[in-house]
């Protein structure tokens, strides 16, 4: 809980960019999860990093959200104050050329731009869902490529809000769905990503196949938090949970897409309780059907009880 002190601060702070005790239903992707402490939604950068002084000065823990892909929040809510992004969506081409984008630019929104301008080199990102600052944070990537492949730099915000500093792309400690060694609780605010010209059809062109693959192969009309295994050495997560029988299987309203195993959809009514039962599920039968341990790519956070 966030006490008297913490929480008037943080009303005078940031006035209306600020809301206590907020469902995180309405900010997850799959539409599901119990309540924040609270919910900010900073205007700019000034406004983030004067956010992350007062948490740091009245020891609140903060946690960042995009879109709310690749998180599952546990029924239970979560401490301290969630993090919106969302009003960082400042884009434009550099040189370089670079497309840099701020944090909250959606995955639209860049390859809106990117066929605009006739831009190539982002189109393999083309339908992965959230925003650049989860793209970054995650390493997003199809088979063949991955976010490592096109950042030149990011910028990143310390925990405390008193700095900002460029990390360039030799410094950055990109792995599977993940990036490493930033220090703990900073913020990626903006990324500047590789491009080259092109002309604006072929651009659009391969973007849309792309879309009609993912619209063909995934749950993309029903809320979803995207894949929730990562892909074994080798192997794909979606095909070991359909050998072991469980596609399409259900708990309460979530349910392991008929469409795509490694999906978990809400149908309705869904719970974070709901979709943790199926994820052990598929562990469990993955398992027993071919040894192989599954690993969680979706990250799971908040409170137990």
Not at 65 to 83: S, T
Not at 129 to 154: F, H, K, Q, Y
Not at 207 to 224: F, I
Not at 246 to 264: D, M, T
């Amino acid at each position: 809980m966030i006490d008297v002190r913490a929480r008037s601060a943080l009303e005078q702070g940031l006035g209306g960019a600020i809301r206590f005790d907020v469902p995180m239903s309405r900010h997850t992707a799959l539409r599901v999860g119990g309540p924040a402490d609270a919910v900010a939604t900073p205007k700019d950068c000034e406004q983030l990093a004067l956010l992350l002084r007062l948490c740091a000065h009245h020891e609140l823990p903060h946690s960042v959200f995009g879109a709310g892909f690749n998180v599952l929040v546990r029924d239970g809510g979560i401490d301290g104050v969630v993090v919106l992004l969302r009003k960082l969506r400042r884009i434009e081409l550099r040189p370089g050329p670079v497309v840099f984008a701020e944090a909250g630019v959606s995955h639209t929104s860049i390859t809106r731009f990117c066929v605009e301008q006739g831009l190539a080199g982002l189109e393999f990102a083309a339908g992965i869902p959230g925003t650049v600052g989860g793209w970054v944070a995650m390493n997003a990537g199809i088979g063949c490529r991955e976010l490592s492949d096109v950042v030149r730099d990011i910028a990143v915000i310390s925990r405390d809000g008193e700095s900002e500093r460029c990390w360039g792309r030799d410094e950055l400690d990109f792995r599977y769905r993940g990036l490493h060694g930033l220090p703990a609780g900073s913020v990626v605010v903006s990324a500047s990503l590789a491009v080259r010209a092109a002309p604006p059809a072929a651009v659009r062109a391969e973007v849309d196949r792309l879309m009609t693959r993912r619209a063909e192969s995934q749950p993309l009309d029903t809320p979803s938090c995207g894949s929730v295994f990562r892909n074994p050495t080798g192997e794909f997560a979606g095909r070991l949970i359909e050998r072991a029988g469980l596609k399409g299987e259900r708990v309460g309203g979530a349910q392991i897409s008929p469409l795509h195993a490694n999906f978990i959809t809400n149908t309705g009514g869904a719970t974070a309780s709901d979709v943790l039962a199926l994820v052990e599920q598929a562990r469990q039968g993955v398992r027993e059907s071919s040894g192989i341990e599954l690993e969680t790519e979706v990250v799971i956070v908040g409170r137990t009880t």
